[in-house]
């Protein structure tokens, strides 16, 4: 099955606090691509990173990390020092072939709070 | 740059009302997905179309119809609305990757809220 598991549903954190999004991912397919998207209370997604599964470098982008680990199928999105801008509920999502085509599934979503 | 652009953003409808939601990009992308995004659902793939004049099923198809006559629109349509499909529809688009090469991430539009009351 291919199937994106974000366990936590809800984070509430202290402005300037670390956190990080679990991700866990489930798939046959030997290459795929892994994702990160961001939806702000205005409603739009927005794309943060694609990762392919050849690539288990980590990668950093000013405050946001990501931890790619295929040996725990895991694809974990920490922000440090976060701040209140980083509210929103973030997706994990897989790439993957279904039923002869390329298709995106998501995970259920974290809603992630920044409290000043 | 437009990107993604769906019309309408917002819509009240009856139960058994139809209506089309509308999808237009404009970045000459062959792919194009509906979602609908519910409350701890993450998005669930309605239909999506690899190209001009083709379209497929995807995980919650039932009740809706999609077309793509043309490769710049993908139309999704509640031929007898449902309170069950009251939610928020996204429409997605990206370019087939070419083998070897980076596949291009899917772009969103704003998002359709619909209530079906």
């Known amino acids: 099955a291919q199937k994106v598991t974000q366990a936590q549903t809800e984070i509430s954190v202290v402005e300037k606090e670390d956190v990080t999004l679990d991700c866990v991912y489930e798939?046959?397919?030997?290459?795929?691509?892994l994702f990160w998207y961001k939806q702000p209370p205005s409603g739009e997604l927005v794309f943060l990173i694609r990762?392919?599964?050849?690539?288990?470098q980590n990668e950093i982008s000013g405050r946001y990390s990501w931890n790619f680990q295929k040996s725990t199928s895991s694809f974990n999105f920490t922000i440090t020092a976060s701040q209140v801008v980083d509210s929103a509920v973030y997706f994990c999502?897989?790439?993957?072939?279904?039923?002869?085509?390329?298709?995106?599934?998501f995970g259920q979503g974290t809603r992630l709070t920044i409290n000043p | 740059n437009a990107g993604v652009t769906q019309t309408p953003k917002f819509r009240v409808l009856k139960t058994g009302q139809s209506m089309t939601l509308l999808c237009a990009q404009d970045?000459?992308?062959?792919?194009m997905y509906w979602y609908r995004q519910d409350p701890g659902m993450g998005l669930r793939l309605i239909h999506y179309?690899?190209?001009?004049?083709?379209?497929a099923k995807g995980e919650v198809p039932d009740g809706y119809n999609v077309s793509r006559l043309k490769k710049q629109n993908f139309l999704l349509g509640l031929e007898s609305a449902a309170p069950s499909q009251t939610s928020v529809y996204f429409c997605?688009?990206?370019?087939?990757?070419?083998?070897?090469?980076?596949?291009?991430?899917?772009?969103f539009g704003e998002g359709s809220r619909l209530t079906v009351l």
């Open positions: 997605a688009s990206r370019r087939v990757g070419l083998a070897g090469k980076k596949t291009g991430e899917l772009f």
């Open positions: 798939t046959r397919d030997t290459t795929y691509y």
């Open positions: 990762r392919n599964s050849f690539d288990e």
């Open positions: 999502a897989l790439r993957a072939i279904i039923q002869g085509a390329q298709k995106l599934v």
């Open positions: 970045m000459n992308h062959e792919y």
């Open positions: 179309s690899v190209g001009e004049g083709t379209t």
